[in-house]
């Protein structure tokens, strides 16, 4: 063993043992970051899922009402209610 590799290791048991703690504890924060990665992941795709539904909720009034009278019913500018519809309608498949 090289002089350089011996001041790598950790001397005594205690040092040793403090560092598989270390790793232990490492280990765990890792999966903890994993698994709340991915409750995020199932939220973001429920929230995405819900403004689909609202859009095509807001979509069916406009196409009932109008766009004027459904922003007033909304209490949306009418501009703001147009781009989330078009933004909406874009992402959307069209029926062939």
């Known amino acids: 063993m090289t002089e350089t590799q011996n001041q790598r290791r950790p001397v005594s048991d205690a040092a040793r043992a403090r560092l598989r703690d270390a790793q232990k504890a490492e280990a765990q924060a890792l999966r903890l970051v994993g698994a709340a990665e991915k409750v995020r ?3 973001q ?3 995405e899922k819900a403004e689909r539904s609202l859009a095509e909720a807001q979509a069916g009034l406009v ?6 009278r459904a922003a007033l019913l909304l209490d949306e500018p009418v501009g703001v209610l147009r781009t989330r519809l078009r933004q909406v309608g874009a992402s959307s498949p069209r029926p062939e």
């Open 63 to 68: 196409r009932v009402s109008g766009a004027d």
């Open 41 to 43: 992941a199932r939220a």
């Open 45 to 47: 795709r429920t929230l």
